[in-house]
């Protein structure tokens, strides 16, 4: 559990490979990465200097993220159970590309500890990489807090972030501000033309939206898969309801589009909250400009108000997860099914049927019954 955060060749060669690729960077692009922090012009020693600090955040940023996944997995015996959990937790794309195999008992893609471990390396690594080149957290405040929870508690969102870097460095655009404790990209990637997104610590498109943006980032930091996921699943709980009262409300097609954007998205909890800190009097989710949007608009007592029960089914949703794989560990693949010595032998014709004060622990979870079809 501790010595496969280290002994794997793979992971220190992306760890190495972030590392000497940033501290490169920093020295060619001496010039761009510049921060307006001083009016003197940019010099090789400062250039140095954000070399190393995306060197150590890189290597850091890696091993920590390796580290707490590791440890996550292995508190919960590596079973296939926790690694969808993890998956969907901390990466999402895992999760969602194992949950049918995990479903049907087949082998898991990529909620094994290798890959997912390889997955916290690549994202920790590069979330270091990229806040030491552009030096986004504040070392005498709260970067302290922000870079931990950033490689650990809070990778769902930053895995995403990962892509934003990767599309807003080619075309996009890095704002300049000193030590933020978020990346501001103020043009780059957006669903919507003028719209910001957020994800992570790296908020793209986002000129004039800085103060909303900023709640999504430290939402995911201190509330990790909760708010990613609750954020994810009160759309997909609100899509078909939002459809609906589009139609009703709109009474034409333009209600499909206006719906469900008020009802997922506007009417967000999350969102809410982010409106009621951005204000203003052009603030798009109590000031639409359209009276059918206004319509569809909660008042932030009615979300509240719906919002009690969703968390209460969205937390013991969480609760129930945790203690099935967490606080009662399934048994590893090994240890459910431990090879025998007397494999080569012919299976017996018939198995004894357990007594009913021999159920596993299995029964308790019937999903991973059969570990030896979830992990091989
Ligand atoms: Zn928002």
């Known amino acids: 559990m501790v010595e496969r955060i280290f002994n794997d060749p793979l992971a220190w060669g992306i760890l190495a490979g972030f590392a000497v690729?940033?501290?490169?960077?920093?020295?060619?692009?001496?010039?761009?990465?510049?921060?307006?922090?001083?009016?003197?012009?940019?010099?090789?020693?400062?250039a140095v200097l954000r070399g190393v600090e995306a060197v150590i955040l890189?290597?850091?940023?890696?091993?920590?993220a390796r580290a707490f996944i590791s440890l996550l997995l292995g508190w919960a015996n590596d079973s296939a159970g926790a690694?969808?959990?993890v998956g969907w937790a901390f990466f999402l794309l895992p999760g969602i590309v194992d949950t049918i195999p995990y479903l049907t008992h087949s082998h898991p893609v990529l909620t094994t500890p290798?890959?997912?471990?390889?997955?916290?390396?690549?994202?920790g690594a590069m979330c270091g990489a990229m806040s030491g080149l552009w030096r986004i957290y504040s070392w005498l405040g709260l970067g302290l807090i922000a870079f931990p929870l950033d490689v650990t508690w809070a990778l769902a969102g930053n895995t995403g972030g990962c892509l934003f870097h990767l599309w807003n460095t080619v075309f996009g655009k890095h704002d300049d501000k000193v030590r933020p404790n978020a990346h501001l990209y103020p043009s780059g990637f957006t669903l919507l033309p003028g719209g910001a997104?957020?994800?992570?610590?790296?908020?793209?498109?986002?000129a004039g939206h800085e103060d909303h943006e900023m709640v999504h980032v430290w939402q995911n930091r201190v509330l990790g898969p909760l708010y990613t996921l609750t954020y994810l699943g009160w759309m997909l709980v609100w899509l078909v309801p939002g459809i609906v009262a589009g139609l009703i409300v709109t009474k034409g097609p333009s209600g499909l589009k206006k719906g469900p954007m008020r009802w997922c998205y506007f009417n967000n909890p999350w969102e809410t909250w982010a409106y009621a800190v951005e204000g203003g009097s052009n603030n798009p989710r109590t000031n639409p400009g359209d009276p059918d949007e206004s319509r569809l608009t909660w008042p932030a007592l009615y979300?509240?108000?719906?919002?009690?029960?969703?968390?209460?089914?969205?937390?013991?949703?969480?609760?129930?997860?945790?203690?099935?794989?967490?606080?009662?560990?399934?048994p590893a693949h090994n240890e459910a099914h431990?090879?025998?010595?007397?494999?080569?032998?012919?299976?017996?014709?018939?198995?004894?049927?357990?007594?009913?004060?021999?159920?596993?622990?299995?029964?308790?979870?019937?999903?991973?019954?059969?570990?030896?079809?979830a992990i091989v």
């Open 21 to 46: 690729l940033s501290f490169v960077i920093s020295l060619i692009f001496k010039d761009t990465l510049k921060n307006p922090d001083d009016d003197s012009p940019p010099t090789w020693s400062t």
């Open 58 to 64: 890189a290597l850091l940023g890696g091993l920590i």
């Open 83 to 85: 690694g969808l959990a």
């Open 114 to 123: 290798e890959i997912l471990m390889m997955f916290a390396t690549v994202v």
């Open 197 to 206: 997104i957020t994800l992570g610590s790296v908020m793209s498109n986002c």
């Open 303 to 330: 979300v509240i108000l719906w919002s009690i029960p969703f968390f209460l089914a969205s937390t013991a949703l969480a609760v129930f997860i945790f203690y099935s794989f967490w606080l009662n560990p399934q």
């Open 338 to 373: 431990p090879p025998s010595h007397k494999s080569t032998e012919p299976a017996p014709k018939s198995k004894p049927t357990p007594r009913p004060h021999e159920r596993s622990s299995f029964d308790a979870f019937p999903l991973v019954v059969d570990k030896e079809k």
